[in-house]
T-cell receptor
Framework: DAKTTQPTSMDCAEGRAANLPCNHSTISGNEYVYWYRQIHSQGPQYIIHGLKNNETNEMASLIITEDRKSSTLILPHATLRDTAVYYCIAYYNQGGKLIFGQGTELSVKP | ETGVTQTPRHLVMGMTNKKSLKCEQHLGHNAMYWYKQSAKKPLELMFVYSLEERVENNSVPSRFSPECPNSSHLFLHLHTLQPEDSALYLC?????????????FGSGTRLTVV
């Protein structure tokens, strides 16, 4: 599974878009990009995933560069409840293991 | 509520005690996992069960003993733990071991070893 690199922490103003970057320059063609988040002392929560195309769901949007070496998770209107650690994971679906890195600690401020 | 239930939510145990953590899912998932999360560290995968068979043990000390009696239940039996085993223990499940839409996690058991 490819290694991902994320900033350690980010701040975002409430109501603004939060853009969380992730670098996965060694990702292979069959690895998906998954995003999870973990609110303090809770289990991680699935947000979104994608392979090549940009994806959107009710929680967030995922923008993947054409070369697939990086991606950005976008929370369009961040709220205080979005304060959490966000994990970007390159995951090979066929028998792969979900391995978490350090993630980005996002603080949404009033 | 995520569909994966862990009990107890909090546990304090002495180093000579024996206790068990329980995980239950009724999502129809075939794979279940134990993760450990120590303070300020990433989640560490401990055990993987697929169709009630242990398929992975990531060099976990023998004082941690998993059990999967059926596809809906997963236990982690604990004995003679050390203070450094204090952590958040998370259970997760997925449709199959290599499946598309990710895992569902429980809320975890906060374990303190004294």
């Amino acid at each position: 599974d490819a290694k991902t690199t994320q900033p350690t922490s980010m701040d975002c103003a409430e109501g603004r878009a939060a853009n969380l970057p992730c670098n996965h320059s060694t990702i292979s063609g069959n690895e998906y990009v998954y995003w999870y988040r973990q609110i303090h002392s809770q289990g991680p929560q699935y947000i979104i995933h994608g392979l090549k195309n940009n994806e959107t769901n009710e929680m967030a949007s995922l923008i993947i560069t054409e070369d697939r070496k990086s991606s950005t998770l976008i929370l369009p209107h961040a709220t205080l409840r979005d304060t959490a650690v966000y994990y970007c994971i390159a995951y090979y679906n066929q028998g792969g293991k979900l391995i978490f890195g350090q993630g980005t600690e996002l603080s949404v401020k009033p | 509520e995520t569909g994966v239930t862990q009990t107890p939510r909090h546990l304090v145990m002495g180093m000579t005690n024996k206790k068990s953590l329980k995980c239950e899912q009724h999502l129809g998932h075939n794979a279940m996992y134990w993760y450990k999360q120590s303070a300020k560290k990433p989640l560490e995968l401990m055990f993987v069960y697929s169709l009630e068979e242990r398929v992975e043990n990531n060099s976990v000390p023998s004082r941690f003993s998993p059990e999967c009696p059926n596809s809906s239940h997963l236990f982690l039996h604990l004995h003679t733990l050390q203070p450094e085993d204090s952590a958040l223990y998370l259970c997760a499940s997925s449709q199959d071991r290599g499946q598309l839409y990710g895992y569902t996690f429980g809320s975890g058991t906060r374990l303190t070893v004294v």
